[in-house]
Structure formats: C-alpha cells, structure tokens
C-alpha cells in the first residue's frame, strides 16, 4: 500500500508544481500567493510520500488531496485535477490496504499447511 500511495503523491508533487506557472500566467494569480501555495502543497506531498511509514502520513496525504481540490478555487482546472488525483490515492489506499491483507491471509494459510 505505501508504494502505491507514495507513487500517487510523487506524480501529484509534479503536476501541482507544474501548476505554478499556470497559475501565474494563465489565471493571472500573483507570484507571492501561487509560489508558496503551488510549491508549499507539492513539498508536502514529496514529504508525506517518505512519511507513509508513519500510521499519520495517510492522513496528511488525505489532507494533501483536499488542499489539491482547493487549488481549483485559484484555476478551475485544478477542482478535475484535484477530483482526479483525490480518486488515484483513494484507489492506491484501498487496493494497497486489500493486498496487504490478501499477503497476510496466505502468509497463514501457508503456515498452516
């Protein structure tokens, strides 16, 4: 489950610091408000990516995917991107945890055998 949802927030790191420039020159936001929101969010996610270890990191990445949402309130792009990325961790999340728990069940039916 970790690596598939660290890979999630890795590749959302990139496209929301891509944002940045978008923001700035598209959608006419200025400079001291995109550069910290748009790098500060896709720092967070590189982090919390090498976070997962940690019970918590899932609940920042679930925190992580909001904040990506909100971004649409500065480029409308961003709610679909955001809407988008929201729906890649939930799936990364659920079959992660659903493998995980498959890994364990024949882990004990091996021994058992």
């Known amino acids: 489950m970790r690596g598939m949802c660290a890979a999630m927030l890795t590749l959302q790191a990139i496209i929301v610091a891509l944002s940045v420039p978008v923001l700035i020159t598209v959608e006419d936001v200025s400079k001291a408000v995109a ?7 896709a720092l967070i996610c590189l982090l919390t990516a090498g976070m997962l270890s940690r019970p918590w ?12 949402i909100a971004l649409g309130f500065l480029s409308s792009a961003m709610f679909f991107v955001g809407a988008m990325f929201a729906v890649l961790w939930i799936s990364a999340f659920v079959l992660g945890r659903r ?10 039916e091996a021994e058992g055998a």
């Open 57 to 68: 990191g899932y609940w920042v990445g679930h925190a992580a995917q909001v904040a990506t």
């Open 35 to 41: 550069l910290p929101i748009g790098l500060g969010l």
């Open 99 to 108: 493998i995980e728990e498959d890994k364990a069940r024949w882990a004990a």
